[in-house]
């Protein structure tokens, strides 16, 4: 509906498109190396928050900027100014918005109110005093507070050159600080109470952290808008956290994705009219989420139910295979004897080694069929190929080697051990089994130490 | 001071919204959800635009049902990244609710000739002009009884909420403090996760077009916290989130009229006072409250360290 504007389609040209991506205007330069520095800074603290599962620390904190905006600009009217002094009113936000979220602390570590209800508290208390206070202010008579509310929506379209360079350096400061900080706050994000035991200001850094936030959320705020901000502190984060699980990548890469949707959500919206940058912004990053959410290669959606589906099948081989061996081997009339590797097992006996039904035993076997593992099987019995078999008495030797294990071990009962050794056998690894091996001294297959014929396995 | 017939209905109107957010609130603070409201409210803003939108009327029926599908859609997002996504709760509900006003504010400026939204008046609620848009509720019986809207939305919301708790009482309780006793139970966990959702949302949306955002978020939040540091009975918790809403409504509108006639102030935001009344309680009860505040938890521990200095451990009596 809204593509369809003619408005919008006439306006769109190469000559714009090169303008843009080459950052030739200099309004479009400031707009968008701003929103990516802040990108950048905010994705690097943004991972750091979010580990310490306090990500809507950024949204308190900015609602708890406005009493302390308000009052740094009532106090810059009572000395006679007209209140547009920048790093005057940033400072007031800043002060107010970092005492609310050390309240957050406080209330956390001396009441019983956890994170969440306070920062909810914060949140709407200091925000309705700042409202009240905001009225106050815009009754007052001689001053002027039109555009003070655009600190809470951001003006990033209309940036003073002034304002880019303290937004820039302090950008730059506050990325640079993170990373001169980063064993500091990786120990405080995963074992608080280690840190505390090796003697570490626990409090003193966790309130560092928030300062670098307030400082984050102060400049970004006035640049970008409050939402954008929090966003910005979230989801480069959390869409980061799909791919690695190394906290150094992870800082890299959020800070990155950070940068890469402030730069390309800001050059869009200067591309087209009537796309608030913010929002732009805001929605490149969550596509960037969605997309990692889905594909990313440490803990995406797809990534782990693929991994489930392969051990899940590796597991379903493994029980087909050692049913079929332990099957063989009680056909068998001497136990001990080598027998006839490819002679045919009845199907039923397979069905009732486990608690599975005809309906799975097919299914393994039809996969087993593709892996080459069966010489041929019908509806009534099948037989292993070579490779099968060779397969299956390794399967079985694990199986049995772990039991024995732990028979001997870890005193388990011969007639408990089947069902302990079945959830750990699929993970052995050859150099595990290579030691139990040694511990116990055996090469080839050993007897099951428990009677094979068994009640129904879970 | 001049207390007119207006006062009251809005008194009256805080009182209500006070109530109705006291008891999904309760539940949002004792499951560490309580930012829920927060997320919900910033999120409408999509689900406002859309209505409009697809409709073409301003109609608040259209409006309202739009809003509170998105407010429901913005708990089962954030439901769904946090199971799938294995993303700690507040996360995802910081990642939905940005993403979804972002949608709406690129829907509001694309078709900007022809809606007139007022961000300011979302954030900040006009509960001051509650009283002025009145409607007859019981125009059907021939009583040509008139009654600000607010009161009528926000009546029947408390009354819809009240009955809910009564209904589930044991199952709320139950799986708000034990969801996998209450699954053995054969009570279905995730239905009350997603019928509490459901009456944050509803109570929310209707709240917040009367009061506006900050102070559902206040009223949700900060009396249920408060009786939370007062009690350890569920119920007791409930009545009291209820009574500190009340209070609040009552002792902040009270304010905004008094302090400009006092000190010569000018006209204050009812909304905001509200907000502040309700975080006093909040700051009192931290001080001063028996079990948990700061001066119970000092007399509590004095008998204690007397009896330690009494009772000397030394290796002799031993």
Request: net charge positive.
């Amino acid at each position: 509906m809204f593509f369809g504007d003619p408005i919008l389609l006439a306006t769109f040209s190469w000559e714009i498109f090169r303008e843009v991506l080459f950052l030739q205007e200099y309004n479009t330069r400031t707009v968008v190396t701003s929103t990516s520095l802040l990108g950048i800074s905010a994705g690097m603290v943004g991972s750091f928050l979010l580990l310490r599962k306090r990500s809507l620390m950024g949204d308190a904190l900015s609602h708890a900027c406005l009493p302390g905006l308000v009052i740094a600009f009532l106090v810059l009217v009572l000395f006679g100014g007209t209140g547009r002094n920048l790093p005057i009113l940033l400072l007031g936000a800043g002060a107010t918005g970092l005492f609310g979220s050390a309240m957050v602390l406080w209330l956390r570590n001396h009441t019983r109110i956890k994170d969440d209800a306070g920062m909810g508290i914060v949140l709407s208390v200091f925000f309705g005093a700042g409202v009240v206070l905001l009225n106050i202010a815009q009754k007052m008579p001689g001053t002027r507070t039109a555009g003070l509310e655009s600190f809470i929506y951001g003006q990033a379209a209309a940036m003073m050159r002034a304002d880019f360079i303290l937004l820039s350096v302090l950008a730059v400061a506050i990325t640079l600080w993170c990373l001169a900080l980063k064993k500091e706050f990786t120990l405080l994000c995963f074992d608080e109470n280690f840190a505390r035991s090796l003697g570490w200001p626990v409090q003193r850094l966790d309130l560092f952290l928030l300062l670098l936030i307030a400082a984050v959320t102060v400049v970004g705020m006035q640049a970008v808008g409050l939402i954008l901000i929090i966003a910005f502190l979230i989801i480069p984060a959390a869409a980061a956290r799909f791919w690695t699980d190394n906290l150094g990548r992870m800082l890299f890469l959020s800070a990155f994705i950070g940068g890469i949707s402030g730069w390309v959500g800001a050059s869009l919206s200067s591309l087209l009219p009537r796309l608030p940058a913010g929002a732009i912004v805001v929605l490149v990053a969550s596509s960037i989420f969605i997309f990692s959410l889905l594909f990313g290669s440490a803990r995406g959606i797809v990534r782990r139910n693929l991994d489930q589906l392969r051990l899940r099948r590796k597991i379903g081989r493994q029980h087909l295979l050692r049913a079929v061996y332990e099957t063989l081997e009680q056909m068998s009339p001497t136990p001990d004897d080598p027998f006839p590797r490819n002679r045919p097992v009845p199907l039923e006996r397979i069905v009732a080694q486990r608690s599975w039904t005809r309906q799975d035993v097919r299914k393994l076997l039809r996969r087993a069929e593709r892996e080459d593992h069966l010489h041929e099987w019908n509806e009534r019995e099948l037989s292993l190929s070579e490779s099968g078999f060779g397969e299956a008495s390794r399967i079985t030797r694990n199986h049995r080697l772990w039991e024995i294990f732990m028979i001997t071990h870890a005193d388990i009962a011969p007639s408990h051990v089947d069902r302990d050794a079945d959830s750990v056998e699929h993970l052995l690894s050859p150099e595990m089994v290579r030691e139990l091996e040694e511990k116990l001294g055996l090469q080839n297959i050993p007897a099951s130490p428990h009677p094979l014929t068994r009640e129904v396995h879970p | 001071m001049t207390w007119y017939t207006m006062d009251t209905w809005i008194v009256v109107v805080g009182a209500l919204a006070g109530i109705a957010c006291a008891i999904p609130g309760c539940f949002l603070v004792l499951r560490q959800m309580s930012m829920m409201g927060d997320a919900i409210s910033h999120a409408v803003l999509p689900g406002l635009a859309l209505a409009f939108l697809i409709t073409g009327s301003r109609a608040s029926v259209t409006m309202f049902i739009g809003a509170a599908l998105i407010g429901l859609l913005t708990a089962v997002f954030t439901q769904w990244i946090s199971s799938w996504g294995k993303v700690e709760r507040g996360a995802s509900m910081g990642i939905v609710f940005t993403t979804l006003f972002a949608v709406g504010l690129l829907l509001i400026v694309q078709a900007a000739h022809h809606v007139e939204l007022d961000p300011g008046c979302v954030l900040y609620g006009a509960l001051e002009l509650t009283p002025l848009d009145t409607v007859t509720p019981l125009f059907w019986l021939g009583l040509g009884w008139e009654t600000p809207r607010a009161f009528v939305v926000l009546g029947i919301i408390t009354l819809v909420n009240l009955a809910l708790l009564l209904l589930f009482y044991k199952e709320f309780k139950i799986s708000s403090f034990d969801p996998n006793l209450a699954t053995t139970l054969g009570i279905n966990a995730q239905k009350m996760h997603y019928l509490l959702m459901s009456m944050v949302a509803v109570t929310t949306v209707a709240a917040f077009e009367a009061v506006g955002s900050i102070l559902v978020i206040a009223l949700l939040i900060v009396p249920a916290a408060t009786a939370y540091l007062l009690t350890d009975r569920l119920s007791t918790m409930l009545l009291l989130g209820g009574g500190f809403g009340v209070l609040a409504a009552a002792m902040g509108h009270f304010l905004a009229v008094w302090l400009p006639e006092v000190h010569g102030l000018p006209d204050v935001s009812s909304a905001g006072l509200v907000a502040v009344t309700s975080g006093i309680f909040f700051a009192a009860a931290v001080l001063l409250a028996p079990r948990y505040g700061m001066l119970g938890k000092f007399l509590n521990r004095r008998p204690l360290k007397k009896h330690k200095a009494a009772t000397p451990l030394s290796p002799e009596k031993t």
